[in-house]
């Protein structure tokens, strides 16, 4: 079955890098996602991988994916205020379009 | 270009009442889907449209929920009779097809926040 797995928090300070990271357990995903949902709105695609690649990079952020491990991580860098967010990741696998959703990782950027 | 339109944003109801939710699409969106957020966790598949055509519908609780998407626009999702525990953000997203090349982007709406007293 698909389980997409977060940790709950993370905090870090202005200008710092920051690293959400997530498991899933979906084999044959096809592609993975990052989404940022700010309060009271909805989910905004970030970014998203490839699942036979091993790493993406788009400005300040950088996915990587450990297939074997079944590993996704987001890393921001320079990370500012404006980043405070809920991140989910998402992956789809098998046909269709069905996105399963991670828990959320809640990132607060303190100055 | 508008983006996904979800209405009310805000709804307070008391238990066994029916509610209704609304959603517009991106216009020429084909596929589109009713995602249930609970408070703390990430959105779950409801039901999911292509065009008309409900194709994903196996997470509808199908005695209480029902959706439709007439003309395969517009859609609404209804629950009758409202529970204490339906209460969530209810979730509209659309994208333009089915697994597109790029690896199918959702766009969402800002969600309907259901309140069941």
């Known amino acids: 079955g698909e389980d997409v797995e977060q940790s709950l928090f993370l905090s870090v300070r202005e200008g710092d890098s920051s690293v959400i990271n997530c498991t899933y357990t979906d084999s044959s995903s096809t592609y993975l996602y990052w989404y940022k949902q700010e309060p009271g709105a909805g989910l905004q695609l970030l970014t998203y991988?490839?699942?036979?690649?091993d790493m993406k990079q788009d400005q300040r952020l950088t996915v990587l994916l450990n297939k074997k491990d079944k590993h996704l991580s987001l890393r921001i860098a320079d990370t500012q205020t404006g980043d405070s967010a809920i991140y989910f990741c998402?992956?789809?696998?098998?046909?269709?379009?069905?996105?399963?959703f991670g828990t959320g990782t809640q990132l607060k950027v303190e100055l | 270009e508008a983006g996904v339109v979800q209405s009310p944003r805000y709804k307070i109801i008391e238990k066994k009442q029916p509610v209704a939710f609304w959603c517009n699409p991106i216009s020429g969106h084909n596929t589109l889907y009713w995602y249930l957020q609970n408070l703390g966790q990430g959105p779950e598949l409801l039901i999911r449209y292509e065009n008309e055509e409900a194709v994903d519908d196996s997470q509808l609780p199908k005695d209480r929920f029902s959706a439709e998407r007439l003309k395969g626009v517009d859609s609404t999702l209804k629950i009758q009779p409202a529970e204490l525990g339906d209460s969530a953000v209810y979730l509209c997203?659309?994208?333009?097809?089915?697994?597109?090349?790029?690896?199918?982007?959702?766009?969402f709406g800002e969600g309907s926040r259901l309140t069941v007293l």
């Open positions: 991988i490839f699942s036979n690649m």
């Open positions: 997203a659309s994208s333009s097809g089915p697994g597109q090349g790029a690896g199918g982007e959702l766009f």
């Open positions: 998402a992956e789809k696998a098998g046909g269709g379009n069905k996105l399963t």
